[in-house]
């Protein structure tokens, strides 16, 4: 759990190591804390158009965009809407790159019958009163890769792991 969705995608872009200069793709259509978050780190935002059907990322934007300077991609579920999400993580598959999916406002959505939070490497959700699942606040990240689950376990716990019922703090 999180502070808020924003927080959550924070956290995923300082657990890959996004640092200054590094590019991460983002939907052009999204709330500007999606921005926010990689400016916060000194990198460098990169908008890419959307397909106007679905108001989410073109696969032909994303792929005119990536260049070596590309370290991630953020994909907005447009107004709850997650179509697309699994041609776009082919891509990123393709190109090695790690996909979070801004996922702030579909919680309980699916495409071909996969759920939102178990398709890309990173699911960060908004837990605000505007969301449809709603605690007044906060966030949530989910993720199906151990080792991007042990990263953010230190991220969240202030470097903090629990080994042997105590805790260590590591880098």
Known sequence: LTTSGTTAL???LKALNI???DEVIISD?????TAHVVEDLDAIPIFAD?????FNMSTTELERKITDKTKAVIYVDALGNPSGINAIKEICQHYKLPLIEDAACSMGSSESGKRCGSISDFTC??????KVLTTGEGGAITTNNTNLSKLLEVKLNQGAVLREDKFEFVD
């Open 10 to 12: 924070w956290v995923c």
């Open 50 to 54: 959307v397909d106007l059907n679905t």
């Open 29 to 33: 259509f999204s709330y500007p804390a």
């Open 19 to 21: 640092t200054k200069k």
């Open 125 to 130: 959700f908004s837990f605000h009163p505007r």
